[in-house]
C-alpha cells in the first residue's frame, strides 16, 4: 500500500488525488448544468456520393456554448464517460437528432439520414436500444433515417454482448455505422458476424492518401467483400478525393466538402435551396 511504501507517500499522493476528484465534479455538475440550461447544440456534417456530389447523410456532432465559447465534444466527452454523465447528453443527442429529422421532412421534405455518435459507456448502457426506438416513435421517425455510429473499440469491449445489441438495432431498422475504422484492434472473424451497415474510414488513413494507400485501399476490399457501405471521414483535398474516386469508394465526409455547420447553415447550404420550390408550388 501506499502507507507501507513511506509515510509522505500519503502527503505527495492525497493533495493530487484530492485535486483531481474535485476537478471531476465541478465538470460533472457544469455538464449536468449545461444540459439543464441547454447549452449543447448538434452540428452537421454532410456525407457525399462521391460520384453525384449529392448529399446522402449527415453526422451530428455535440458542441457545448460556454460563455460564448464553442467547446469541442474532444474535451468533455471524456469527462462525461468518466462520470456517467454521458448517459443523459447521450439521450439527448439522440432525442434532438429525432426532432431535426421530424422536422426536416416536415418543413423540406427531407429525408437523408442522420448518424449520431454512441461512446462505450452508452453503448454499454442497457437502455440505449429503448431509449432510440421510443424517440423514433415519439417523433414518428422512420429508423431508416437514424444511424449509429459506434467506435470499432466499443464495439470489441464485450463482442457477444454487442452482436445481441447491434442485431436489436438492425431488426429495428436503424442504421449502423463502424466510426474510425483501422484505428481499433477489430477480429475479423467478428467483423463478419456484426450486422453493420457501413465502416467509416479513419481520417488518419484518408489523410495519408495518395501517397501512403495500402490501409484505404485494404478496408475499401474489405468492405465490398462484406458487402458494407464505405465512408472515407476526414477528406480534405482534391487529391484524396480523386483517389477515393478512382478505388470505387461511394461516399466521403470532410472539410474539404463542409465542417460541420450550426443547424440554420447546414439547412440553408443543403436542404433549403433545392426544396424551395416545392414548398413554393404546393
Ligand atoms: P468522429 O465521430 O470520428 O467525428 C469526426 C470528427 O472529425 C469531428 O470532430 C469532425 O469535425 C472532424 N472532421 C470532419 N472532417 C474533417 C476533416 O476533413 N479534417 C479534420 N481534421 N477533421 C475533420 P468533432 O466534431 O470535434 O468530434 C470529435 C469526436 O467526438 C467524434 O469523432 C466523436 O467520437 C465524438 N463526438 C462528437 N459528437 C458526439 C456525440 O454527440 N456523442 C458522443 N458520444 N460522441 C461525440
Ligand atoms: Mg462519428
Ligand atoms: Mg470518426
Ligand atoms: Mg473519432
Keep these: 500500500s501506499a502507507k507501507a511504501a513511506g509515510s509522505n507517500q ?18 460533472e455538475a457544469s455538464l449536468h448544468d449545461a444540459l439543464e440550461n441547454n447549452e449543447f447544440i448538434l452540428h452537421f456534417q454532410p456525407k457525399l456520393d462521391i460520384e453525384t456530389g449529392a448529399v446522402v447523410g449527415c453526422e451530428a456532432l455535440i458542441r457545448w456554448q460556454k460563455d460564448g465559447r464553442l467547446i469541442s465534444p474532444a474535451s468533455f466527452i471524456p469527462v462525461a464517460e468518466e462520470t456517467g454523465m454521458i448517459i443523459q447528453i447521450g439521450q439527448w443527442v439522440v432525442e434532438q437528432s429525432c426532432k431535426t429529422i421530424k422536422d426536416w421532412k416536415t418543413r423540406y421534405n427531407f429525408s437523408v439520414p442522420i448518424a449520431i455518435n454512441v461512446s462505450s459507456q452508452q453503448f454499454l448502457d442497457a437502455s440505449l436500444v429503448p431509449d432510440i426506438k421510443q424517440a423514433a416513435l415519439r417523433y414518428q421517425v422512420a429508423p431508416q433515417s437514424l444511424e449509429i455510429e459506434i467506435t470499432e473499440t466499443s464495439l470489441m469491449n464485450d463482442i457477444e454482448s454487442a452482436i445481441i445489441k447491434l442485431q436489436q438495432l438492425k431488426s429495428a431498422g436503424f442504421g449502423i455505422a463502424v466510426d474510425d475504422f483501422g484505428t481499433g484492434y477489430s477480429s475479423l472473424s467478428y467483423l463478419r458476424r456484426l450486422p453493420i451497415s457501413t465502416m467509416k474510414i479513419d481520417r488518419g488513413f484518408v489523410s495519408d492518401l495518395p501517397e501512403e494507400s495500402a490501409i484505404a485501399s485494404t478496408i475499401l476490399m474489405l468492405g465490398k467483400q462484406l458487402d458494407l457501405n464505405i465512408v472515407a471521414e476526414g477528406v480534405e483535398n482534391e487529391q484524396q478525393l480523386a483517389w477515393l474516386q478512382n478505388q470505387g469508394c461511394q461516399i466521403g465526409q470532410g ?14 447550404k443543403y436542404i433549403a435551396p433545392n426544396r424551395n420550390t416545392i414548398k413554393t408550388s404546393s
Design 10 to 27: 500519503w502527503a505527495f499522493f492525497k493533495p493530487q488525488m484530492t485535486e483531481r476528484a474535485s476537478v471531476r465534479l465541478r465538470t
Design 255 to 268: 472539410f474539404y466538402f463542409s465542417k460541420p455547420l450550426p443547424i440554420e447553415s447546414f439547412e440553408a
